[in-house]
């Protein structure tokens, strides 16, 4: 199934069901009064999350929904029968916009959350309503009343707590297959990663936590360059952002140090809140050559880049260094959660 995070659905409720205008009719009761019942309840939508599903591809064919209407009232008194409310599902992770006013209306984080997106319109009053000292045979009722009408912009963020971020064929397809089960695609040119993936990375019983892998940012991606700004927003909810850095690029001419500085100002440009949360430099690829030329060349990338956070040299192809590196990670992750306890 392709990888849909956006999707675009127009929702409607249930509109409420006309009252009835009836009289009592009955053997010897010659006047027996108004009996019209109330319209039903139309039905409301609600968005409601669940695991199992990880895009939102299904909505590129159905993008159009319509709650049940409620029912007319009838004689008797007896009121109308209120429709019953749809629930639309949709991934763990999904946020609501409504287009018209760009009012975020839910995000959705677990599963079983559900919100009311629409809502049903009221059903009419039936003539017994309108029924008084001065007007004992009312011979009006009320029609219901139309649902509400919406058009929803639905967007997916991957919930993981760390993220991988770098250029394209910085290894972070490389790096999220040799610590996890997940098996993105790896190839020895740009741009082989499409949609993101997540991978679970289990660090002993009951230790684990979930990497997302995004498509490559390159610079001028704040312009719409490249496939990355698109998905950015996956990394919105991490907690941790590894900064993967290839220390041998393929091109000659390319800096490690520029690219990370130009991968920093896109960030920014992207999202202020993005740009400041934790990220540690993982200089990658140091099995390209040997140890001592590959020490120092990490050395000098820290020192230009004047780093002051945490910095681990690895390779993802030969699993060197990352043993430690997803220890560490899974450490930081156990203090962030302590810390927000605390709080």
């Known amino acids: 199934m392709k990888f849909v995070d956006e999707a675009i659905v127009k929702v409607q409720g249930g509109n409420g069901g006309r009252g009835c205008a009836s009289f009592r009719r009955e053997k010897f009761i010659p006047f027996g009064g108004p009996d019209g019942g109330d319209g039903g309840h139309g039905a409301g939508i609600y968005l409601v999350a669940a695991e199992g599903i990880n895009t939102l591809a299904d909505f590129r064919y159905k993008r159009s929904f319509r709650a049940p209407h409620g029912t007319a009232g009838m004689s008797n008194d007896c009121t109308g029968a209120s429709g019953q409310d749809m629930e639309i599902v949709v991934p763990v992770g999904t946020v609501i916009y409504d287009i018209e006013t760009e009012e975020q209306l839910g995000d959705l984080m677990a599963a079983g959350q559900r919100v009311l997106v629409v809502k049903g319109g009221k059903g009419g009053w039936g003539n017994t309503r309108f029924k008084s000292s001065t007007n004992r045979t009312p011979r009006k009722a009320g029609m219901g009343l139309p649902g509400e009408k919406r058009e929803l912009r639905l967007e997916l963020k991957v919930i993981a707590d760390v993220g991988l971020l770098g250029l394209p064929n910085a290894g972070k397809s490389t790096l999220i297959r040799s610590v996890s089960a997940a098996k993105p695609k790896v190839a020895d040119y740009p741009f082989t990663t499409l949609h993101p993936n997540l991978g679970v990375v289990s660090v002993g019983p009951q230790r684990s936590f979930v990497m997302a892998d995004i498509p490559g940012v390159i610079e001028g991606a704040a312009e719409g360059a490249?496939?990355?700004?698109?998905?950015?927003?996956?990394?919105?909810?991490?907690?941790?952002?590894?900064?993967?850095?290839?220390?041998m690029p393929p091109?000659?001419?390319?800096?490690?140090?520029?690219?990370?500085?130009?991968?920093?100002?896109?960030?920014k440009k992207y999202s202020p809140q993005l740009a400041k949360k934790e990220?540690?430099?993982?200089?990658?690829?140091?099995?390209?050559?040997?140890a001592k030329e590959a020490e120092q060349l990490c050395k000098e990338i820290v020192r230009r880049l004047r780093w002051k956070g945490r910095v681990f040299q690895i390779s993802g192809l030969a699993r060197q260094g990352t043993t430690q590196l997803c220890e560490t990670i899974m450490s930081r992750l156990e203090e962030i959660e302590h810390e927000k306890q605390a709080k």
């Not at 490249?226 to 220390?247: A, E, P």
């Not at 990220?279 to 040997?290: C, F, G, S, T």
Request: charged share 30%.
């Open 279 to 290: 990220r540690w430099l993982v200089l990658n690829k140091i099995d390209a050559m040997p």
């Open 226 to 247: 490249g496939l990355g700004l698109r998905f950015l927003k996956h990394l919105q909810r991490t907690r941790v952002l590894l900064h993967l850095v290839d220390i």
């Open 251 to 267: 091109d000659p001419e390319a800096d490690p140090v520029k690219d990370v500085r130009a991968i920093a100002a896109e960030l």
